[in-house]
């Protein structure tokens, strides 16, 4: 008789064999061992497949001695079942989701490839030859790619993952630097000069234009955070920038001017500032950016990224005697990001560091040695003179 069992991998929390029922979402792989009905011995083997109802169909056809061929899945119902898969995620997710397969599907269309089991590792990296993004969307659509072929894996669509073998995209891409006084004050000196469509200045879309940009200086935000600030997210002076895990909420404190240039410039709907609500937030947040490109132009400061607006205030904060960890708190990033990206501007740390240095100067026996033979050297040169 046949005895079919789950082989626990380390990150599952169970040991023993008799216990099926993984905790987690990804079941450990199945096993088999025992006696054919001929007396043949079966030597434990995996099955491989973490499906137990599936495992138990192949330990009978074992026993049987007959093998019944699966039929295979389709890319589209595999791409399909993804989706499913993902459909909790959040619109934006979904979204990339939806274009890398729509594109993975039309490709092996025209190759006539069926059957998601059918593609291979050459498969994938001709398809990705196709891409003519920039490097960090290749980057994210190769992310999105893999965990499409891992969940295939994982669901049993596979006899063999053909990611496992596909090399990183490799991003190199100079760092955000924050806006000088300088061009600080040309943006701000532009906003005035702002045209609309019609090549009207200092009209409506300049002032809102202007409430925008405020609260991108002053709050740190994301250019795509700001495009969907919530009337209710401003209370007083205190903008909410972002809602942690666990509910608690986090607020920026800001200059009553740029709640002033909030209420002053037009709303464009009763909930949003700057965004009607409808339609995807991706499409407005695109349009902004257009916007502040625009504006950087007439700034004379072509190049730029609303993103330089965040690096500016992370080293204001720096420079002006905030922690790391108060920092991450604001922009709502980890410590560790924090302190990959700004600490250069940590003058705290800098000022330690120099302490530290002074005291261990001090302390060393060498250090002291070697200014007393500097300092006779300097008096006999003196005295020689």
């Known amino acids: 008789m046949l005895r079919i069992y789950r082989r626990h991998e380390k990150r599952c929390s169970l040991t023993s064999k008799g216990d099926p029922n993984c905790p987690g979402?990804?079941?450990?792989p199945v096993w088999i061992t025992?006696?054919?009905?001929?007396?043949?011995?079966?030597?434990p083997k995996s099955l491989k497949?973490?499906?137990?109802?599936?495992?138990?169909?192949?330990?009978?056809?074992?026993?049987?001695?007959?093998?019944?061929?699966?039929p295979k899945v389709t890319v589209s119902q595999a791409i399909a079942s993804f989706r499913e898969f993902k459909e909790k995620r959040s619109p934006d997710t979904k979204r990339k989701i939806?274009?890398?397969?729509?594109?993975?599907?039309?490709?092996?269309?025209?190759?006539?490839?069926l059957h998601i089991a059918d593609v291979k590792l050459p498969h994938l990296a001709a398809f990705r030859e196709t891409w003519t993004g920039a490097a960090t969307t290749r980057r994210r659509d190769q992310e999105i790619l893999k965990s499409f072929f891992w969940y295939c894996?994982?669901?049993?669509?596979?006899?063999k993952n053909p990611v496992i073998h596909l090399d990183p995209i490799l991003v190199t891409r100079p760092k955000t630097e924050p806006f000088t006084h300088e061009q600080q004050v040309a943006i701000f000196n532009a906003l005035s000069k702002f045209s609309d469509e019609y090549g009207r200045q200092g009209g409506p879309i300049a002032a809102q234009t202007k409430a925008f940009v405020l609260v991108l200086r002053y709050t740190g935000m994301a250019i795509g955070d700001v495009t969907k600030l919530e009337k209710a997210a401003?209370?007083?002076c205190r903008i909410r920038t972002y809602r942690k895990k666990t509910g608690e909420e986090v607020f920026a404190k800001v200059p009553q001017f740029v709640v002033d240039s909030l209420d002053k410039a037009p709303h464009d709907s009763d909930k949003y500032f700057f965004w009607s609500g409808e339609g995807l937030i991706h499409t407005r947040t695109s349009k902004w950016g257009d916007r502040l490109r625009k504006l950087f132009k007439l700034s004379n400061l072509d190049g730029c990224t609303p993103y330089m607006f965040r690096h500016t205030l992370a080293r204001d904060f720096l420079e002006d005697g905030g922690s790391m960890a108060e920092l991450a708190e604001l922009l709502g990033n980890s410590a560790q990001v924090c302190q990959r990206y700004y600490s250069k501007w940590d003058r705290r740390r800098q000022d330690r560091l120099e302490r530290n240095l002074d005291h261990l100067r001090e302390r060393d026996p060498i250090t002291k040695m070697l200014q007393v033979i500097e300092g006779s050297t300097s008096v006999s040169t003196t005295t020689k003179q």
């Open 25 to 28: 979402k990804v079941k450990c």
């Open 98 to 113: 939806k274009l890398l397969t729509d594109r993975l599907q039309a490709f092996l269309d025209k190759r006539s490839i």
């Open 234 to 236: 401003v209370t007083g």
């Open 34 to 43: 025992g006696t054919l009905l001929d007396g043949t011995d079966v030597k």
């Open 153 to 159: 894996d994982h669901s049993d669509f596979l006899t």
């Open 49 to 70: 497949t973490r499906n137990w109802t599936l495992a138990a169909q192949r330990a009978l056809e074992m026993e049987a001695g007959t093998k019944v061929e699966e």
